[in-house]
């Protein structure tokens, strides 16, 4: 049955949400302040409407009509744009990579009747559902760790990186302290720290630094969980020269962000690739395990979507179905790893993706 749909934001990521969605037989409205969205989006049978997301009495009222919302903000608005959401009584998927912690608004969605999902992409997302699914396999997990990135198919110099999703963001993953989990204790340490290289056998060798995804996971009781960025050798250490000359402190990193836009916007043949690595250790029936799961995943030239659109876009999009359908109907606010512990949940958004071409591979030893 179509539902309406508004999607907030219609960036690289949010565009591609409501394309599969209105491909879904949804009716989708794109909310966004950039009218160059218009043209491409009417061509895609999409709706668009002008939207300044720092008004949140605007966005309030733009949400009424609709039956769903999906938040695909930069993370700086997320929070306030969740909360504004929830309190007009509208269930939401939300993929912003806010700061905060959106489940200190889980008493505002109960009070409010609705349901918000929240870090529904790829990781924070998709990862959290197979953490999530993995933990309730196990006996018990002694090591998880998550290895994840969005990277140029032909890296080129001098940065070897192109950016998937907004640079405001990435800049974020390299300052924001990284908390992980040592010893059963959580402790923060510096963003882009404890380089290793890791190998894949379609990519070759890439360095992997300490990053702040695990958000909600760091709930999970197991004792050692880190996350970590995934770039090609090269890069980290530019950006870490950058940072140690100051050029992210306060007063300079707007305009840092802003040079880096311009350097890792994309032009129309950087095809992208997602890379995501699950690895876990622990005891099942009795034995001691090791699992890993790898995805790979490459740019669409036939729709000409990125491939960090596609992971993250899709991902959200399957959640934004299972709630329309009322499969999962709690009220608060939930993450990925919530969904894990229902069979029919986690085979839903598995298919979903799969149906898409988006598939992990499994070994076990």
């Given at each position: ?96 990579f806010m700061h905060e912690d959106s489940r200190k608004l889980d008493s505002i969605a ?157 032009s129309p043949k950087d095809y992208d690739q997602t890379i995501l690595r699950l690895k ?22 036939q729709k000409n979507i990125s491939s960090m659109a596609r992971t993250t876009g899709y ?51």
């Amino acid at each position: 049955m179509s539902s309406k749909i508004i999607v907030l934001g219609g960036g690289m990521i949010g565009s591609a949400i409501a394309r599969d969605l209105q491909e879904d037989n949804h009716t989708v409205t794109v909310a966004d302040i950039d009218q160059d969205l218009q043209e491409r989006l009417t061509l895609l049978g999409i709706n668009y409407v002008k939207l300044d997301f720092s008004d949140l009495n605007a966005v309030a009222e733009s949400v009424k009509s609709y039956d769903i919302v999906v938040g695909a903000v930069p993370g700086f608005m997320g929070y306030e744009i969740l909360r504004t959401v929830l309190k007009s009584r509208k269930n939401i998927v939300d993929i912003s990579f806010m700061h905060e912690d959106s489940r200190k608004l889980d008493s505002i969605a109960k009070i409010n009747g609705v349901s918000a999902i929240t870090d529904a992409g790829i990781a924070p997302g998709l990862s959290n559902l197979m953490f999530g699914r993995v933990f309730f396999e196990f006996d018990r997990i002694n090591s998880a760790k998550c290895f994840v990135g969005g990277l140029p198919l032909n890296p080129q110099p001098p940065w070897f990186y192109k950016s998937v999703f907004s640079p405001i963001d990435v800049v974020e993953e390299y300052t924001r302290p990284a908390r992980l989990v040592e010893n059963g204790k959580i402790i923060s340490k510096r963003a882009m720290t404890e380089i290793e290289p890791i190998v894949f056998k379609k990519v070759g060798i890439l360095d992997a630094f300490n990053s702040d995804g695990l958000r909600s996971l760091l709930d999970l009781p197991i004792p050692d969980m880190v996350e970590k960025t995934l770039r090609f050798p090269g890069h980290i250490q530019k950006i870490i020269k950058m940072r140690n000359n100051g050029l992210f402190e306060p007063d300079k990193i707007n305009e840092t962000a802003k040079s880096l836009k311009k350097e890792w916007t994309s032009s129309p043949k950087d095809y992208d690739q997602t890379i995501l690595r699950l690895k876990f250790e622990g005891v099942r029936n009795g034995n001691n395990i090791t699992e890993i799961y790898d995805l790979i995943d490459y740019y669409d030239k036939q729709k000409n979507i990125s491939s960090m659109a596609r992971t993250t876009g899709y991902t959200c999009a399957s959640v934004v179905n299972i709630l329309l359908s009322g499969t999962f109907s709690k009220k608060g606010v939930f993450t990925m790893e919530t969904l894990a512990s229902d069979s029919k949940l986690f085979d839903f958004i598995i298919s979903y993706l799969s149906n898409r071409n988006i598939q992990f591979e499994n070994s076990t030893f």
